[in-house]
């Protein structure tokens, strides 16, 4: 069974850091490119990073561009977003994408 499962999510204050995890099974994770998305309340769905098989490239939204890192450790089936300088309009709930298929999303919101 293709599965993504993402954790790491909580509540954080404006200027802390968050790393999200993805977990992946069930496909050839290290064969596959990996993406991160996000969804606010009342907002489309929107791309925030890219990743390749071997992780040589990488992709970012130009609102995460120089705070956002996106990761993968293929020995683990593992793909990473360390979210530094954290805003309230990065509040949303955050989604891998990855094997034709989606994760359930894990909710991120920065607020004082």
């Known amino acids: 069974q293709v599965q993504l499962v993402e954790s790491g999510g909580g509540l954080v204050q404006p200027g802390e850091s968050l790393r999200l995890a993805c977990a992946a099974s069930?496909?050839?994770?290290?064969?596959?490119?990996m993406s991160w998305y996000r969804q606010a309340p009342g907002k489309e769905r929107e791309l925030v990073a890219v990743?390749?098989?071997?992780?040589?490239?990488?992709y970012y939204a130009d609102a995460v561009k120089g705070r956002f890192t996106i990761s993968r450790d293929n020995a683990k089936n593992t793909m990473y977003l360390q979210m530094n300088s954290l805003k309230p309009e990065d509040t949303a709930v955050y989604y891998c994408?990855?094997?034709?298929?989606w994760g359930q999303g894990t909710q991120v919101t920065v607020s004082s």
């Open positions: 994408s990855g094997g034709s298929t």
């Open positions: 990743i390749n098989t071997f992780g040589l490239s990488t």
């Open positions: 069930g496909f050839d994770f290290s064969r596959s490119g």
